[in-house]
């Protein structure tokens, strides 16, 4: 059955800028209607039964902050989703990048780190990662500890080990982890050129330049102002000639990026020209 | 089954379907008057295919522009939309679209009550949705939802559905406005 929302408008409003004001982390230029359903599907699975009582639960209750902040933000995610993408970093892109000396790249919503494990598998199958940095960052201190651990389920590695060989790979996948009755830890040396740290895409600034940024399914989250915003600091942290990659159904369209930015081939992967 | 209730002019007509559901829209959209004046959102429980475009696939059987949604287009009427594979699809007030790659829901994404709850909280009374055939019971929910805020609803007759379990879970819980097989939905949209 689905039940009128507990939390409507006016309320989502009042308890994102108190969040932000009390807590410090603003999600008030996120896309109201995806942030609407997840902040009433708190309320339905922790049984709040009003609007008051999740005001409560989180204006005073500082331990509770980071689950509100962990069921907000949706933290799914997968090993070489979309093969075809992963097809296109491996054969145009990351040998693009070898040319550098130094190769520096930004997964900005890291999440579990499921994509960073599989961006550094890339680097090393190209005989790069020796001289690559892979800066991985998420809102989230909880998820980012969890993709420090490079442990998931065995019962996904079927399932990512297609994505794997459908993207072009053609190593053994079994290689890069070792099983643990019902997980798997991926092995340390594909975590050894990481740099794991926090960082809030909605109020931290720019931290370095990388010749790419990958953002995939993370700007789907905000509204048209905050991703406007999110590009500027993209762009900024980008070097010319670097490439930005988004998730499948994301795009630079509707921005200024739009002007200086150019498509490669049909994926969502944009190099900056100038 | 029918109401003899004018219905309001519709916003947003949104087809759901899952397993069976594919054949009855290639007989639903190329049959649609080209003037119509609402938009079309179809879900549809998929493969996650990037080789093959459906926007591509139906463009080929209406002149009504068909488009695979992306991260915030704009639903405008006149228009064919379809949900893209694995991501849920919600909409916002300002009639655009916000894509969600969250938990699926009922085995499914996109889940088509997601979007069945979503557009009627927008659209209201203005939402017509059709659950066509399927296999499980994503979309009965949402249908009584929009169904109580005076949306019009529609099932497909399972028994002319190719799978007939998604109808019948919907019917098991609510009366739809109408349950009609395919050519009688043809004719009740274009009669919108």
């Known amino acids: 059955m689905i039940t009128a929302d507990v939390v409507g408008d006016e309320d989502l409003e009042l308890l994102l800028t108190e969040v932000a004001s009390v807590y410090g982390y603003d999600f008030t230029e996120y896309s109201k209607a995806s942030i609407k359903r997840r902040i009433n599907r708190i309320c339905l699975i922790d049984k709040h039964k009003s609007f008051a009582e999740l005001r409560y639960k989180v204006l005073n209750d500082q331990s509770y902050l980071s689950r509100f ?42 999440s579990t780190g499921e994509e960073v494990y599989s961006i550094s598998i890339l680097l090393h199958e190209a005989n790069l990662a020796h001289k690559a940095i892979i800066y991985a960052t998420d809102i989230n201190p909880t998820v980012l500890e969890k993709a420090k651990t490079g442990i998931y389920p065995i019962n996904y590695m079927k399932f990512y080990t297609e994505n794997y060989q459908n993207s072009g790979g053609t190593e053994d996948f079994s290689n890069y982890y070792s099983a643990n009755y019902d997980h798997v830890s991926f092995r340390e040396y594909l975590r050894k050129n990481i740099i794991f740290s926090t960082h809030n895409l909605v ?10 940024i990958i953002c995939r399914n993370v700007l789907i989250y905000f509204d048209k102002v905050l991703q406007d915003k999110v590009f500027n600091l993209f762009d900024g942290s980008l070097e010319t000639l670097g490439y930005l990659a988004l998730g499948s159904k994301e795009t630079i369209r509707f921005s200024n990026l739009n002007q200086t930015y150019k498509q490669i081939e049909k994926e969502k992967i944009w190099k900056k020209t100038r | 089954m029918e109401k003899n209730e004018i219905s309001p002019s519709i916003e947003i007509l949104i087809i759901g379907g899952s397993a069976g559901s594919f054949e009855v829209l290639l007989q639903i959209v190329p049959s649609l008057k080209l003037d119509i004046k609402f938009a079309v959102l179809i879900v549809l429980h998929r493969k996650n295919n990037s080789n093959i475009s459906i ?3 139906f463009s080929k059987k209406t002149a009504i522009p068909v488009f695979e949604c992306e991260d915030k287009d704009n639903l405008l009427p006149g228009n064919i939309y379809f949900a893209p594979p694995d991501y849920h699809l919600l909409i916002e007030k ?7 790659y969250s938990e699926k829901e009922n085995y499914s994404r996109p889940a088509i009550d997601i979007t ?77």
């Open chain 1, 69 to 110: 902040i962990e069921e907000v933000t949706v933290n799914v995610t997968e090993m070489f989703r979309d093969p075809t993408f992963y097809k296109t970093l491996k054969e145009k892109i990351i040998p693009q990048l070898g040319v550098n000396p130094f190769i520096k790249i930004w997964l900005a919503g890291c």
């Open chain 1, 203 to 212: 109020s931290d600034r720019s931290f370095n330049e990388f010749q790419l």
């Open chain 2, 55 to 57: 926007a591509d696939l």
């Open chain 2, 94 to 100: 300002d009639r655009t679209v916000c894509l969600d």
């Open chain 2, 116 to 192: 069945f709850k979503s557009a009627s909280d927008i659209y209201k009374e203005k939402t017509a949705a059709i659950l066509l055939s399927g296999a499980n019971r994503d979309g009965a929910d949402g249908l009584k939802y929009i169904s109580q805020n005076y949306g019009t609803t529609i099932v497909q007759d399972p028994k002319e559905a190719e799978i007939s379990t998604m109808p019948k879970e919907a019917l098991k819980i609510f009366e739809p406005d109408y349950v009609l097989r395919s050519k009688d939905i043809i004719a009740l949209i274009n009669s919108f």
